[in-house]
């Protein structure tokens, strides 16, 4: 990426830069936890009742257009970029959280298959991961 340098470490970024509780919010984002509720499989994180009670009923019971709607991260709502190469750096973060999601959710619900997506739309809300269970495999 083009805002890495040679010398460039993560451990002494991170030393000089954040706080455990930083660390942790991170670590909230790139391996959640999941809960179950009405048939649908939520970031815990997310999780509202009412949200999803709201959005089975508006979405006529299509529980993987919820599990669309409830688990939607936009990067732009969690982190703000600061330059130019970090906007680029954007859509390859959405990329390997949705890879850390999809690592988690496999190990979580053995047998059970989901599809993680990202997108990055740079007019509306840019870079977005989400998923929504397939099915048993």
Not at 67 to 89: D, G, Q, Y
Not at 102 to 130: N, Q, R, W
Request: with cysteine.
């Amino acid at each position: 990426m083009a805002w890495r340098i040679a010398s460039w470490r993560p451990q002494n970024f991170l030393l000089e830069n954040s706080t455990i509780a930083e660390a942790w919010t991170l670590s909230m984002i790139f391996w959640p936890s999941f809960v179950r509720y009405r048939g649908c499989t939520l970031v815990e994180w997310k999780f509202s009742a009412g949200a999803v009670d709201h959005w089975l009923e508006e979405l006529d019971g299509d529980v993987a257009a919820v599990e669309i709607m409830v688990n939607r991260v936009h990067l732009w709502e969690t982190f703000e970029p600061k330059s130019p190469a970090e906007h680029v750096a954007f859509v390859s973060l959405a990329e390997r959280i949705g890879a850390m999601w999809k690592a988690k959710l496999g190990g979580s619900f053995p047998g059970e298959e989901f599809e993680v997506t990202t997108a990055d739309d740079p007019i509306g809300y840019g870079p977005t991961i989400t998923f929504s269970h397939v099915g048993a495999s």
